[in-house]
């Protein structure tokens, strides 16, 4: 499957953005998809991950309470809303895919997933 991120641009600190991610390609198998993220100099973290199903969901201790995931699956997209941004939430943002027989089951680590997008650039000014 081929995954197109969209959505990042530059913001002030508190605003909002949302993410996109737009697969394409072999859609027909279930696949579970996260949000990380890679600042310069930093690994690449786990931001957020959602099942298949939509009903299960993973999120980093640093966006709890801020970002959102959700997904549909009609549409082939999932997003991320990311609410009061901070500075240290600067970093180019990734999707990932993997597929999955599991409906309910959320991955969190790279290595989880085959899949990804090109990345899509978060800058937040303080």
């Known amino acids: 499957v081929q995954l197109q991120a969209s959505g990042g641009g530059l913001v002030q600190a508190g605003d909002s953005l949302r993410l996109s991610c737009a697969a394409s390609g072999r859609t027909t198998y279930m696949y579970a998809v996260a949000w990380f993220r890679q600042a310069p100099g930093k690994e690449r973290e786990i931001v957020a991950s959602?099942?298949?199903?939509?009903?299960?969901?993973h999120f980093a201790h640093s966006v709890k309470g801020r970002f959102a995931i959700s997904r549909d699956n009609a549409k082939n997209t999932v997003y991320l809303q990311m609410n009061s941004l901070k500075p240290e939430d600067t970093a180019a943002y990734y999707c990932?895919?993997?597929?999955?027989?599991?409906?309910?089951?959320?991955?969190?680590?790279?290595?989880?997933?085959?899949?990804w997008g090109q990345g899509t650039q978060v800058t937040v000014s303080s």
């Open positions: 990932a895919a993997r597929i999955t027989y599991y409906h309910h089951y959320v991955y969190v680590n790279p290595t989880d997933f085959r899949s």
């Open positions: 959602v099942s298949y199903s939509g009903d299960n969901t």
